[in-house]
């Protein structure tokens, strides 16, 4: 009988493996991922629970919690379950060191959740933090070849000036971490910036833009440092491209310009850009100012350099005036300019006069022109108020100016500008009101009557005064109160207050 052959050993039915995990979408997924790849036994209690691990597992679950107080000495083993215990780790291959499972990656600069990145963003983030390391190793070997006074070249600066640029742009999108343009700018680097000093909990505190903060902080730096320097004046200009208004930084500028004896057309011209960019400031008419003072006793002797002078300011204020033909500042600066480059000039005044034709209701045109007729060193009082009577005003010059206003007047009754023109030529002409008294009557018809007909209401106010001078004391309380009640109810409480003056026995010329 033949030997009977060997049964073949059954060959076990594999385990069905478990579907591939998908690709984490972000990388505290993957973290997970990874911690239960390297914790199988912590990943199946997980799945069915504690109760349902076999005992084989549970064993290798107790051994897999008590490596790390084992390592740590915090379980009180006696040698022998000591050798067993690491027996059974090293035989069943358990890992003594593994990944945290829930491990904290932090925020970035908007306080998102890092672990809310996805793989390619992590590795972006990476990267970058890679080139900021790479940036900041070539940084400092500039930093130490100035230390140590060995020579710069211009390349070795320019390269050190676009790396900066680089790290900053790095930082404020790793951190939010603002460096500004100073900050990157190796000419800056022996200076160190003074921040504004706000108290804490300050009521109002004022949220500069950061590039803004950082330039006036280097300014009080070279202000404290009393530094007037070619560098300082060109953080200045910086300064003012980001607030012309900021009134000390102008001083300052005209300080290093002084200090170091800058030619003033070179800064006028410049100045001129900034004045046609900012048209209402008030900054820059006053540096304008302080560098005529500056410059006009170098070259008062010099006619023809004076004479230029007055020419090229002349057509700037014109420029300025095409573009708002009533900005105060520029008419303050021109009258200042009349007096200091002696432009008391009949061109001056027509000029002034174009300005009242185009539009008759320039109050600044007119006040220009008061102070050209009636402040000209050869035909006025040094020092005469603009309501004082002056005898060396000649008569012809009061005439003239007189039928002027009439003509204007007749223009629009309703501009007040020639009333109170008018109304100061004859002060300064010591000419009572009642000659113009027929002008003024034909714009005021029945006064106080049912048909009363007011073509102006200044008309009415300059024969209040009128009136009151001739001491129709009754006529010009009429006047007061019509405008009070009809012609001017906006102003009601100043003309009672007006009528108030007139009984209590004030001069009609306030």
């Known amino acids: 009988m033949p ?30 991922q990874r911690f239960f790849q390297t914790n199988p ?29 084992a390592v740590n000495r915090r379980v009180p083993f006696s040698n022998k379950t000591e050798r067993e215990f690491w027996k059974f780790v090293t035989k069943e291959g358990l890992p003594i060191r593994r990944l945290p499972r829930d491990y904290a990656w932090g925020k970035d600069r908007s306080g998102r959740d890092i672990g809310t990145y996805s ?31 060995l020579e710069v070249t211009t390349e070795e600066i320019a390269a050190e000036k676009t790396r900066r640029k680089a790290m900053a742009a790095l930082k404020r999108d790793l951190y939010g971490e603002i460096t500004g343009s100073l900050a ?35 300014l009080r730096a070279v202000m404290a440092a009393d530094e007037c320097s070619p560098r ?48 209402k400031n008030y900054q820059i008419w006053n540096h304008r100012q302080l560098l005529m003072d500056h410059y006009y006793p170098l070259i008062e002797e010099d006619t023809a350099t004076v004479r230029q002078l ?3 300011e002349t057509q700037f204020i014109t420029k300025m005036l095409e573009s708002d033909a009533k900005n105060y500042h520029v008419w303050s ?28 209701r320039n109050n600044s045109a007119w006040s220009h022109r008061f102070y050209l007729v009636f402040s000209d060193p050869t035909a006025s009082t040094p020092g005469s108020g603009p309501t004082e009577a002056d005898p060396r005003v000649p008569a012809e010059t009061i005439d003239r100016e007189i039928n002027y206003s009439k003509e204007k007047i007749d223009l ?42 007011v073509r102006s209401s200044h008309a009415l106010d300059f024969l209040a005064k009128l009136y009151d001078e001739e001491g129709d004391k009754e006529k010009a309380e009429l006047c007061l109160r019509r405008l009070g009640e009809k012609w001017d109810p906006v102003r009601e409480g100043y003309w009672k207050y007006r009528v108030t003056l007139l009984k209590s026995g004030q001069s009609a010329k306030e």
């Open 232 to 279: 300082s004046l060109r953080l200045t200009e910086h300064v003012i491209s980001m607030n012309p208004a900021h009134y000390t930084v102008w001083l300052f500028r005209f300080k290093i310009i002084s200090v170091l004896k800058l030619s003033i057309p070179d800064e006028i011209t410049w100045l001129n850009e900034v004045a046609l960019s900012n048209l």
């Open 310 to 312: 007055a020419r090229s």
């Open 119 to 149: 793989p390619d963003e992590l590795e972006q983030r990476t990267l970058k933090h890679a080139k900021l390391t790479s940036l900041q190793i070539q940084h400092r070997q500039f930093l130490k070849k100035r230390e140590k006074q």
């Open 41 to 69: 036994i912590e990943n199946r209690r997980q799945q069915v629970g504690l109760s349902a691990l076999t005992p084989a597992e549970k064993k290798t679950y107790a051994h897999v919690n008590l490596i790390h107080p």
């Open 3 to 32: 030997p009977k052959t060997k049964a073949s050993s059954k060959v076990p039915n594999p385990e069905p493996r478990a579907a591939p995990e998908s690709p984490p979408d972000t990388i505290a997924q993957r973290s997970q």
């Open 412 to 453: 629009a009754p309703q501009n007040q500008s020639p009333w109170n023109y008018v109304f100061a030529v004859l002060t300064k002409g010591s000419r009572p009101l009642s000659s113009f008294k027929e002008f003024a009557e034909k714009f005021v018809t029945a006064l106080g009557e049912e048909a009363e007909e």
């Open 184 to 218: 990157q700018d190796p000419e800056w680097d022996d200076v160190i910036p003074i921040p504004q000093n706000e108290p804490e909990g300050a009521l109002a505190q004022i949220a500069y833009p950061d590039d803004y903060a950082e330039a006036v902080s280097y």
């Open 333 to 360: 600066y021109r009258q200042y300019l009349v007096s200091k480059l002696y432009m008391w000039t009949m061109s001056e005044l027509l000029s002034t006069q174009n300005h009242i034709e185009e539009d008759v």
